[in-house]
Nanobody, 123 residues
Framework: QVQLVESGGGLVQAGDSLRLSCAASVIASSNVAMGWFRQAPGKERAFVAGVRWAFANTYYADAVRGRFTISKDKAKNTVYLQMNSLKAEDTAIYYC????????????????WGQGTQVTVSS
């Protein structure tokens, strides 16, 4: 069982930056992928960014590529999402998730979820 705790959300203005953190209680295997998802009001939860624990490859949704950066700190069992040039349309609840399966961008592959952190971007 993996417990995930997100932090770092808040209210910012368009153009600002924010960094989210996701601390995992345990990383039982290097064959794990960590992902960030977001859910805006009235919309389905969608993939934002992902990274495999054992590799340097990162994955991004088109809407955030070039503005958001996912990174990991293995010593702290923590994944970060650096969000730059924030836009009003980035407003959502951001969730961290973990999977031991293969599909990093596929929401259906993820078994473990954090409680979410609210990000609000005012225009």
């Amino acid at each position: 069982q993996v417990q995930l705790v997100e932090s770092g959300g808040g209210l910012v203005q368009a153009g600002d930056s924010l960094r989210l953190s996701c601390a995992a209680s345990v990383i039982a295997s290097s064959n794990v992928a960590m992902g960030w998802f977001r859910q805006a009001p009235g919309k389905e939860r969608a993939f934002v960014a992902g990274v495999r624990w054992a590799f340097a490859n990162t994955y991004y949704a088109d809407a955030v590529r070039g503005r958001f950066t996912i990174s990991k700190d293995k010593a702290k069992n923590t994944v970060y999402l650096q969000m730059n040039s924030l836009k009003a349309e980035d407003t959502a609840i951001y969730y961290c998730a973990a999977t031991y399966k293969s599909g990093v961008p596929n929401i259906l592959e993820y078994d473990y979820w954090g409680q979410g952190t609210q990000v609000t971007v005012s225009s």
